[in-house]
């Protein structure tokens, strides 16, 4: 199993939809989980960490599923200025610090 | 400056040749990573640094790959012998906290071209 898999989409929505991005991670001691953005040809910043309780950020909302080890970002009323690629990270399997990023999922949002 | 910054911004260099990456670190961060991106693809992990030592080098690709980093600051990404398959992007990162439990800052990046 790879250590974190995301669908790479991309997944085209019109404005004000809903969408969900799943990621799941292969090492179960992870603690620290995040949610980075990517627009075309810039540095990825992060968008939100994930906490164990879930977390809500105004649209955006990640939760954290051990049980299944998976992450999941959620976004209400998407906006045309959503459209980026959403990168999801965890440790890596190994301990040592190190941080693995997902392939990104590729989000487009239609007038 | 306030973020990392990273250079050259872009090198293009000739197959066989030797080519150094620079990345300044934001005054005070104890973790530096490296990482590279291909164009349309994710990141790939190089290596990883906590202070001046690397947990974790784990990720680079082979022994033409090298890198260090100096009084807890400024590290060199070192790449001997270039390939065309070195070209991408080389994104550089710092966080305050150590052990991967902190927000990822990154540079720019510095575009790679090998010919």
């Known amino acids: 199993r790879k250590e974190v898999e995301q669908d790479p989409g991309p997944f085209n929505v019109p404005e004000g939809a809903t969408v969900a991005f799943n990621c799941t991670y292969s090492?179960?001691?992870?603690?620290?989980f995040f949610w980075y953005r990517q627009d075309c040809r810039k540095e990825p910043k992060l968008l939100m960490s994930?906490?164990?309780s879930g977390n809500e950020d105004g649209r955006f909302t990640a939760q954290l599923n051990r049980a299944s080890q998976y992450i999941s970002l959620l976004i209400r009323d998407s906006k045309l200025s959503d459209s980026a690629t959403y990168l999801c990270?965890?440790?890596?399997?190994?301990?040592?610090?190190?941080?693995?990023f997902g392939q990104g999922t590729t989000l487009q949002v239609k007038p | 400056g306030a973020g990392v910054s990273q250079s050259p911004s872009n090198k293009v260099t000739e197959k066989g040749k030797d080519v150094e990456l620079r990345c300044d670190p934001i005054?005070?961060?104890?973790?530096l990573y490296w990482y590279r991106q291909s164009l349309g693809q994710g990141l790939e992990f190089l290596i990883y640094?906590?202070?001046?030592?690397?947990?974790?080098k784990s990720g680079l690709p082979s022994d033409r790959f090298s890198a260090e980093r100096t009084g807890g600051s400024v590290s060199t990404l070192t790449i001997q012998r270039t390939q065309q398959e070195d070209s991408a992007v080389y994104l550089c990162?710092?966080?305050?906290?150590?052990?991967?439990?902190?927000?990822?800052?990154f540079g720019e990046g510095s575009r790679l071209t090998v010919l």
């Open positions: 990162a710092s966080s305050e906290l150590a052990g991967g439990a902190g927000e990822l800052f």
């Open positions: 090492n179960s001691a992870s603690q620290s």
């Open positions: 994930v906490y164990s």
């Open positions: 990270v965890v440790p890596g399997s190994s301990n040592t610090g190190k941080l693995i």
């Open positions: 005054s005070g961060h104890t973790a």
């Open positions: 640094f906590q202070g001046n030592s690397a947990p974790d």
